[in-house]
């Protein structure tokens, strides 16, 4: 496909104050520290504080990033919010960010496909922008995971953490922003990662809720091996219609879900262990916010840098598994 030549003219992320360490946990549910890094890698995660929304962590991420590309929240066009923890069902989440920053010129809506969704954003703004439909756009991925975690359920409660990535993207030269990328779907695996309740297959009812099906459900080990199976021949896919090879890319950003996906899809696409950027140890699995916060860490690490060539590779609920390649 042709150069999209949009680029991310600021990036800003939040993370809510409260960290909850593995120790803390161990004193919450049957698990440990050693249980909880040797499966997933994770040390620590965020939890957003009592009354703070996904569109608090939303609006103050975008705050951030129109501060970084110098715009006035009147310049955006228009807003994205990528998240499945919505503040209501409606309206969109996108719709009250809008208003908490005062972009009153900014049409606004959500865009609901798990930790894949930023991924999927970024390339419905590329494409916006590089069609001429919008000069100024801001992209968020927002979650408050910890409100549809089920603290009882020690193979999922140590896993999911909160926070907000945004991107404000706007036009950029040729050969800047989106080379290419391809999207696939496995709609036939959906159950295996779910939130049961709360649209109109399933009414939360007091009976819902003592089953916990108002919460995250996850078959662990089918996810794990449907993500380390179909991650390589996405990336591959789009590797290949932008013309490059993997030995030209700069620096790999998954969905931060597992280290040992990240290392196992790493392995099998022979990306060395210095070009792959790995944030999940910080933040646990924070689903649609997880590439923009990944992304922010690693060039303030010095792993990004303008000109660099990204593959972004994400996988989530649908099941959906995508991958872009990125000129930063």
Not at 202 to 223: F, H, S, Y
Not at 281 to 307: C, E, F, Y
Request: aromatic share 6%; proline share 3%; glycine share 10%.
């Amino acid at each position: 496909m042709s150069v999209v030549p949009a680029r991310v003219l600021g990036l800003g992320t939040y993370l809510p104050e409260r960290v909850l360490t593995n120790a803390d946990l161990e004193r919450m549910v049957d698990t440990s520290d050693e249980w909880i890094v040797s499966r997933s890698g994770i040390h620590t995660r965020r939890l957003a504080a009592e009354g703070e929304q996904t569109s608090d962590l939303a609006a103050e991420a975008a705050r951030r990033a129109l501060t970084e590309a110098g715009l006035a929240p009147e310049a955006i066009e228009l807003i994205i919010v990528a998240t499945v923890t919505m503040d209501t069902i409606f309206p969109a989440t996108a719709c009250l960010v809008q208003h908490k920053i005062g972009a009153r010129n900014a049409g606004a809506y959500d865009l609901v496909n798990g930790c894949t969704g930023w991924l999927y954003g970024l390339v419905q703004v590329a494409s916006l922008i590089g069609a001429g439909a919008h000069q100024y756009c801001l992209l968020i991925g927002a979650e408050t995971l910890s409100r549809v975690t089920d603290w009882e359920d020690r193979a999922t409660c140590v896993l999911f953490g909160d926070g907000a990535g945004a991107a404000v993207m706007g036009p950029g030269q040729p050969g800047d922003g989106l080379l290419s990328f391809h999207f696939v779907n496995q709609g036939e695996h959906a159950h295996w990662l779910t939130l049961p309740a709360g649209g109109t297959a399933l009414r939360v009812t007091e009976e819902v809720r003592r089953r916990k099906d108002d919460c995250i459900k996850m078959a662990g080990r089918e996810v794990f091996r449907l993500a380390v199976s179909g991650l390589p021949a996405v990336a591959d896919a789009a590797l290949q219609k932008a013309g490059l090879s993997v030995a030209e890319v700069d620096a790999v950003v998954m969905h931060q879900a597992n280290f040992r996906i990240l290392q196992s899809v790493a392995e099998r696409l022979g990306i060395p262990d210095d070009k792959v950027v790995v944030t999940v140890d910080q933040h646990g699995n924070t689903s649609a916010a997880s590439m923009p916060l990944a992304v922010d860490v690693a060039r303030h690490r010095g792993q990004i840098k303008r000109g660099d060539t990204l593959l972004l590779v994400g996988f989530g609920a649908g099941f959906s598994l995508g991958a872009a390649v990125w000129r930063w």
